[in-house]
């Protein structure tokens, strides 16, 4: 492996990167039938190879494909296992600035049983991986929460044919993940990360309200979440990283919700079987770092204080003493920064230029090696 220290790194990437209007051209053309997808790929994969060498010019250590393969942070993924299916839309109210956006991400459905009969990231991360280590870079890959397949319905949304007993549905739902996982590590993944949302969904008392119309008890689907991602993880290679990135929401420079993490902080930061934490903290939605102090196990917190929704540069400075603020939860050494989110969860991405991505990550770097002398 090009890189010698285990991941994650003082300075790292989240995952989606702005994509190139050769992307948008090309899938364009095959909405008009003017190119397969296999074309596309191709395309995809030229600038996924530009997208390494931005990271490797950024001084990163880590390298992702930006998502380039994906129109959607998650769908591409998750449609790809046996018995998901994607009935209407979950109307959403993302929040920006200036006011709101109307979006509806598909429901999800479970209306067989669930398997994985074919590669769900697999693909993307064969893709990425000899372009990574050719740059030097080691080659991470991000893969959507579990939690994901059943958040938006519940266990009203799962077939009862298929699954008359619920514990039966969770337990495929992890069979599913850690077969993907042990084939990523198969293909030489030393770093994955779990992009979830749902926690970070449970820190808004608004969005209870959808919890509880899905039959579901905020409280207790803490504990139910918990139980599904430590089964994933479970038995894991002792050289594999698996972090989890705590999204509220990202779809052109818009989220969904708002508040601190102390409401999950004690079962997700303290129970689930993770290495490393990459954590939102890029503005008053997060709360503060209180939080942190349920950091246990030598787990890393990876602060999220860059913002990937604004093309406005942060100061070094207030990113220091931000810094400075998170150590009295958690030792410096157990600190590192990254930008917020991702820079385009969806296709559009958000409402920066690529000039400003590469700014943000640069700063990232620098930030690192002067906090901590090395990146």
Known sequence: MPTAKRPPFKADVVGSLLRPQAIHDARAKMAAGQMTREQ?????????AEAVAIQKEAGLKAATDGEFHRRHWFMDFIERIDGVGF??????????????????????????????TKPLALND??????????????????????????????????????????????????????????ALYDAGCRYAQ??????????????????????????????????????????????????MHMCRGNHESAWVAAGGYEPVAEIAFGQ???????????????????????????????LGLVTSKKPQLES?????????????YVPLERLALSPQCGFASTIGGNKLTVDDMKRKLALCVEVAQEVWGEV
Not at 91 to 114: D, H, N, Y
Not at 200 to 228: M, N, S, T, W
Not at 273 to 302: C, N, Q, T, W
Not at 316 to 328: C, G, P, Q, T
């Open 40 to 48: 596309v790929w191709d395309v995809e994969s030229k600038c996924i």
């Open 87 to 116: 009935s209407g839309g979950l109307p959403t109210r993302f929040q920006t600035e200036e006011g709101s956006i109307e979006f509806a991400p598909p429901k999800v459905t479970t209306i067989g049983k669930l398997r994985r």
């Open 125 to 182: 991360f064969n893709d990425l991986k000899p372009l990574a280590e050719k740059a030097g870079l080691m080659p991470k890959q991000a893969i959507p929460s579990p939690t994901l397949v059943h958040f938006r319905t519940g266990d009203q949304g799962v077939d009862k044919t298929a699954y008359p007993d619920i514990a039966e549905y969770f337990a495929d739902l992890a069979q599913v993940y850690r077969e993907e996982i042990q």
């Open 194 to 243: 779990i992009d979830e949302t749902n926690y970070p969904f449970l820190c808004d008392p608004k969005l209870h309200e959808h919890v509880r119309a899905i039959g579901e008890d905020p409280q207790r689907l803490q504990l139910k979440y918990r139980d599904l991602l430590n089964a994933v993880t479970r038995d894991r290679p002792a050289d594999l990283t698996i972090a």
């Open 272 to 302: 689930i079987d993770l290495d490393a934490f990459f954590l939102e903290y890029d503005s008053d939605r997060a709360g503060g770092f209180e939080p942190l102090r349920h950091l246990g196990g030598g787990k890393i917190a990876v």
């Open 316 to 328: 070094k400075d207030v990113l220091k003493r931000r810094i400075d603020e998170a150590a009295k």
